[in-house]
């Protein structure tokens, strides 16, 4: 275990490499990879330009150490560093990594160049790689790990502890699986528990039969609520059969998470699904921003054709114009804030889909006491900006204020779980499409109310 | 252990427990009760109102039964239960519980309350208690556990099995700390090495000594990086003087990445931090999120005074009107994109503060390329919606929201920066902040670009 440093010192090792790849000081630079834990390798490597991610790369002195640096690096810069390197040179890497890893790496390239590579892995390997391949992306089959302890239920706990010995060592052991003579799981043994039993006994007699699994296609998310949900250090996989397969360990789980909420993060702001988009070029970055603009640019042209319709109202009453950016940009506040509250909660479990009537009607009551709240403000403040030229015009902005914010809310609550009762992620509603909806409906609301009572 | 659940399962489980309620049926619950992962239980309380709560709790068989409960309810809901108890209850129920999380408990007390508890619970506990509650909030020192497996690096291996059998059960031990006569952390072995070693040997010469630790007032979102980057299972807490003090584990670890991304979540879409949002009542939920209104109606209001200063304009080309909701809309859309992929970045670490030119500058040409396309199309667009009956309507338009995405992609991109550099919390900035500031520039701009352009 190398040691790991603090992210103030971060900052030090970045200049002083930098300054090293300026010189072209290669001994140094391999000086300095042989003592720095790979994960804060991969962290400065972000910043750098292909060329220096390349050269780092292959400074490592070891195909362990490029191994180690691999498990850590974004997978953008994976592509990178491997591109020009060989299959022979990635199956000597590969021999370091686990199964699952070399899975992940494998799908990244051309069907040619993932047969080359498949050809010349080792047997036992490859067999394994080809299965976690065949299992779809992000699921537990495709996470699970094939690197486990599993013994026979009749083993005694001596010769447990034995064959424990004789295993070669892996961090990620936390938990000895207990199979019958089918392969099939049937239990469980702590470390713990396995080092204070007696000698004797069997695994059978120690172990805990009550135990849960998932199944290669069960989603990865549902595994990472259930490990946060149970505290679980590992869960187990098994096929439909109950054939254990694999695990997917607690620190996979942590990096799911992070991995679920970022992508959640960027998909209810528009920005599409791809974690990595910071290691991407602007104009990659403009296309997969682009779409989702779409949505608030429709939504545009639909307010700007029912302004137009109002044009004679608007003729007549010109200060009308200025509180349109208000009621619709207070509309898509509140309703942002709803929609946030929904996907979030649907995202930790925390929202229950079968039963959804008492949220959206809590969130219209929110709604409406905000709107009442807001209107009678903004509708004061317009009387003042505007003098008292216009009877009740505060009337008719107080009026829109309060009607767009309690449906905003109604809006906002809603479209999560009509997407996720329809079985999308609702993470793709709440940016772009709440609020263009909501700016359309605030508008067309707005001088709906204002003709109505501005007209008479 | 009792059997964990399956998400599709606890619905089942919940219309069972409220038919039971239903009928008061308390045998038939406590039955359901003794059987039931706590999570389980936890989970589907959230639902209920708070008399079927307090029932539920109170059913519950044993005080262990209720610590195990109290440690998987959310915050609000463990108030809400041990209202009505007795300190002497508590107290009961507290000796099932790690000091930890009677502290979290105790906290949420009145002082009176606390200090009465305090008097009747256990006297080593009662001193720990006193040291966690004594560090800040999401401090390391607040979340660690003194549950922690400790011995000397002068013991044996033979002596340190012995004595892990004689440590009371607990599914947190992953490692054994050494420490040395001043109680400094010198090393950690795992139990795996501990159970491969021969039994003569001491734990100072198989222990791993290069080891990393916090501090007590180490952030808890610091330690959740670092175990999360380096897939520690947990990580040592210490004072400034290296005693040991505690240890922070990854199943605590998972659920502060999930709390931390949950506040940040609510924070950009401006409802406060609080994470259990959903179990608050309507009015205590508006007035977490009015404040946050608050900036959107200022901006609104400020638009409101910049679209009326041009009033003649408008008079003169009443059309500019409709467009004004596209070119906001736009402009917040592409805003907060830039600001959501800034703030994400940030929280994971991707994101370096030291050198934010160049993030800045790659936002800036994203929001050009995106603007040069979009105002094109939107410009073409007004041509065609309006007729011919205004010359350069459409140059105006197309300009005005090239400008306005470019400068909101420079505002996104730069406003949480400067937050962070700042000490503030940049989750805060892109809903209403950002949204809002980009109101009023966008505004400004279209105005100001239409009088020039069309009042020639």
Redesign the interface.
């Known amino acids: 275990?190398?040691?790991?440093i603090?992210?103030t010192e971060i900052?030090l090792l970045?200049s002083t490499m930098q300054r090293l790849l300026r010189r072209s000081a290669h001994t140094n630079i391999t000086k300095i990879l042989r003592k720095t834990?790979q994960?804060d390798v991969a962290?400065i490597m972000?910043?750098l330009n292909q060329y220096d991610q390349n050269t780092i790369f292959s400074l490592c002195p070891t195909a362990l150490h490029k191994a180690r640096l691999l498990e850590e690096l974004d997978e953008a810069l994976i592509e990178k560093v491997l591109e020009n390197e060989s299959s022979k040179t990635i199956s000597k890497i590969f021999r370091y990594l686990d199964t699952n890893d070399q899975a992940t790496i494998i799908s990244m390239f051309s069907e040619d160049k993932q047969n080359e590579i498949l050809k010349i892995i080792e047997v036992d390997d490859k067999e394994e790689v080809e299965e976690i391949m065949s299992y779809p992306d992000d699921s537990a089959g495709s996470i699970m790990t094939k690197e486990t302890f599993t013994l026979d239920q009749n083993t005694s706990v001596k010769d447990s502890?034995k064959k424990?010995?004789s295993f070669p060592e892996n961090?990620k052991?936390?938990y000895l699986y207990v199979l019958d003579k089918k392969e099939k799981l049937v239990g469980v043994v702590?470390?713990?528990t396995?080092?204070?039993s007696k000698n004797s006994k069997k695994l059978k007699d120690i172990m805990?039969k009550?135990i849960?699994a998932a199944t290669t296609d069960t989603d990865q998310e549902?595994v990472a609520?259930?490990?946060?949900?149970?505290?679980y250090?590992a869960l187990p996989v098994v096929n439909r059969q109950n054939r254990f397969l694999g695990i997917v360990t607690?620190?996979d789980?942590?990096?799911i998470?992070?991995e679920e909420?970022?992508e959640?993060?960027?998909q209810?702001?528009?920005?599409g699904k791809d974690r990595e988009?910071?290691l991407k070029s602007?104009?990659e970055?403009?296309q997969s921003?682009?779409p989702?603009?779409l949505a608030?640019?429709i939504?545009?042209?639909c307010?700007?054709?029912i302004?137009?319709y109002f044009?004679n109202l608007?003729?007549q009453i010109?200060?009308?114009?200025?509180?349109?950016?208000?009621?619709?940009?207070?509309g898509?506040?509140?309703g942002?804030?709803s929609?946030?509250?929904v996907?979030?909660?649907l995202a930790?479990?925390?929202?229950?889909v079968?039963?959804t009537f008492p949220?959206i009607f809590?969130e219209v009551?929110?709604g409406s006491?905000?709107g009442a709240?807001?209107g009678l403000?903004?509708g004061l403040?317009?009387e003042y900006?505007?003098g008292t030229s216009m009877n009740n015009l505060g009337l008719v902005i107080g009026l829109s204020i309060f009607c767009s914010m309690t449906i905003a809310t109604a809006v906002g609550a809603s479209v999560p779980i009509i997407l996720k009762k329809l079985n999308f992620d609702p993470a793709i509603s709440?940016?772009?499409f709440v609020?263009?909806a909501i700016?359309i409906i605030g508008?067309a609301l707005y001088f709906l109310i204002a003709s109505t009572i501005l007209i008479n």
């Open positions: 275990m190398k040691k790991a603090f992210s900052n970045r834990h994960a962290q972000r910043n502890i424990l010995q961090d052991i936390f702590s470390l713990r396995l080092v204070t805990i009550d849960q549902e609520k259930k490990v946060a949900q149970y505290n250090l607690i620190d789980v942590v990096d998470i992070r909420a970022s959640d993060f960027l209810m702001a528009g920005v988009i910071l602007p104009f970055n403009a921003r682009a989702w603009i608030s640019l939504g545009g042209i307010a700007a054709a302004i137009s044009n608007l003729e010109i200060v009308l114009a200025a509180f349109i950016p208000v009621i619709i940009g207070i898509g506040n509140v942002t804030q929609s946030t509250i996907v979030r909660g930790t479990g925390r929202v229950d079968t039963n949220l809590k009551i929110v006491l905000l709240t807001y403000l903004v403040a317009s900006i505007t709440t940016g772009p609020t263009t700016d508008v």
